[in-house]
């Protein structure tokens, strides 16, 4: 089992920064990916970024130069920096964590963060 524990979400104006974090545990030895995907009210549930434990990053066209995940592996801690806001951003975030164990793959979810940016 993993478990995600997210930091870092609040209120902030347009134009703003915040930094949300996602510190795992548990049997985190074989996480290959974590990710942040986010989901407004009456709206699907959407990948913004994720990061492999190589380094390699995706981010959703929406978020492209605003948004930069990182991770720090010694850690078992995943970032994702929002800069410049935007009102559409606001939603609640969730981290996500794929293991992968003898060829299954395993998901995990946090218990989500609120962003909230106003105009």
């Known amino acids: 089992q993993v478990q995600l524990v997210e930091s870092g979400g609040g209120l902030v104006q347009a134009g703003g920064s915040l930094t949300l974090s996602c510190a795992a545990s548990g049997t985190i030895f074989s996480i290959n990916v974590m990710g942040w995907y986010r989901q407004a009210p009456g709206k699907q549930r959407e990948l913004v970024a994720d990061i492999t434990s190589e380094g390699s990053t995706n981010y959703a066209d929406s978020v492209k130069g605003r948004f930069t995940i990182s991770r720090d592996n010694a850690k078992n801690t995943v970032y994702l920096r929002m800069n410049s806001l935007k009102p559409e951003d606001t939603a609640v975030y969730y981290c996500?964590?794929?293991?992968?164990?003898?060829?299954?793959?395993?998901?995990?979810w946090g218990q989500g963060t609120q962003v909230t940016v106003s105009s």
């Open positions: 996500k964590a794929e293991r992968k164990a003898l060829s299954v793959r395993y998901y995990y």
